[in-house]
């Protein structure tokens, strides 16, 4: 079974504030995919990344995927209230199949 | 320009009452799969379908069913809803599944079935 950790579970900080989730694996993907999910709604497909050491930028989100494409990071700079939400990663396997992290559900307090 | 859609957002049913919720995609994609997200927990995949290809995961309890009539629509039908099964029912769609860059799977909103 391809297992993705994610980090932190809760992560509650002051608007202007930077911060980092993460998600490892002891698994290959071949894409990762973050996604942002809020109250009642479905995910939002936010960027996946490909190629390991690729980075992406999304406005305030710099999304990393490793080298050896096993683990991958995003990164908010300056956060604000609007990026409240569940974040969520997920790796592209067989068949497929996404391998989901459990999600870092984040706020950002005013 | 909805890609995604799902219907009803919101569905109330009885113990035990047949439920089908309803997907349709305008993206022309080959997959559809169909999630169920319980609070605070990532989706968790039940089946998907590739073309008409039905594939089923195999903890998926046989109370859940699905159709894939044409490329656009897909349904999600709980024979015998229970308690448990009250949860966000989430649709998403890719375009074949083959390659990484293929394969990135777009959402649904998502239907939130109550079942009393």
């Known amino acids: 079974t391809q297992l993705l950790e994610q980090s932190p579970q809760f992560l509650s900080i002051q608007e202007g504030e930077n911060l980092t989730v993460y998600c490892n694996s002891s698994?290959?993907?071949?894409?990762l995919q973050w996604y942002r999910q809020e109250p009642g709604e479905g995910p939002v497909l936010l960027v996946t990344v490909v190629t390991g050491g690729e980075v992406k930028k999304l406005k305030r989100l710099t999304f990393q995927f490793g080298d050896a494409r096993k683990d991958s990071s995003l990164h908010i700079t300056a956060a604000q209230p609007g990026d409240t939400g569940l974040y969520l990663c997920?790796?592209?396997?067989?068949?497929?199949?996404?391998?989901f992290g459990e999600g870092t559900q984040l706020t950002v307090n005013p | 320009d909805a890609m995604v859609i799902q219907n009803p957002r919101y569905q109330v049913t009885q113990f035990g009452k047949p439920v089908t919720l309803s997907c349709s995609q305008t993206?022309?994609?080959?997959?559809m799969y169909w999630y169920q997200q319980k609070s605070s927990q990532a989706p968790k995949l039940l089946f998907h379908?590739?073309?008409?290809?039905?594939?089923n995961e195999a903890d998926t309890p046989d109370n859940f069913q699905s159709r894939r009539p044409n490329t656009s629509f897909c349904f999600l039908d709980i024979r015998s809803p229970g308690l448990g099964d009250a949860a966000m029912y989430l649709c998403a769609t890719s375009r074949d599944g083959f390659g990484p860059s293929e394969d990135t799977q777009y959402f649904g909103p998502g239907t939130r079935l109550t079942v009393l």
């Open positions: 993206l022309n994609h080959n997959v």
């Open positions: 379908y590739y073309d008409k290809d039905f594939n």
């Open positions: 698994s290959v993907f071949s894409s």
């Open positions: 997920a790796g592209e396997t067989s068949g497929s199949r996404l391998t």
